[in-house]
C-alpha cells in the first residue's frame, strides 16, 4: 500500500516524465537542439502570458518548458529550478499557496534562495 501511494505522489511531480514521454520528446523530429528551442520558446511564451496575467496559460506553458528541460538536463541543472522558480511565481499570483511552495521548495533545496516578488 504504501509503495502505491509513493507511485502515485512521484507520478503527480513536475519533475515526473514517464518513458513514453521521454522517448517521444527525444524522438523523431525532437532532438536535442529542437527540444532546446522548443523549451526556450515554451518558457518565454509563459512569460509573455504572465505580462498578460494569463497565469493559468503561462502555468501550460512554464509546464512544457520544464518538461523539456528535464529531458535535455535532469532534474537537478540551474535551467531546470529557474523554471521551477517561475512556476512558484505563477501560483503566487493565482493564489495557490500551496502549489508555489511547492516549486519554492524545489528551488531552495536546490539553489539555496528564494525570492518571492508579487
Do not use: W
Not at 28 to 56: M, P, V, W
Not at 64 to 85: D, F, P
Amino acid at each position: 500500500m504504501l509503495n502505491r501511494r509513493r507511485r502515485k505522489s512521484v507520478s503527480k511531480s513536475p519533475d515526473f516524465i514517464t518513458e513514453e514521454d521521454r522517448s517521444r520528446l527525444s524522438g523523431g523530429n525532437n532532438t536535442r537542439s529542437q527540444l532546446h528551442k522548443n523549451a526556450t520558446a515554451s518558457y518565454e511564451a509563459g512569460f509573455d502570458c504572465i505580462e498578460n496575467d494569463d497565469y493559468e496559460t503561462a502555468q501550460h506553458h512554464l509546464q512544457q518548458a520544464l518538461r523539456a528541460r528535464l529531458t535535455i538536463y535532469g532534474a537537478n541543472h540551474s535551467k531546470v529550478t529557474e523554471v521551477h522558480e517561475a512556476m512558484g511565481h505563477v501560483a503566487v499570483m493565482q493564489g495557490d499557496t500551496e502549489k508555489a511552495d511547492y516549486h519554492f521548495n524545489i528551488v531552495q533545496t536546490r539553489r539555496g534562495n528564494v525570492t518571492i516578488s508579487v
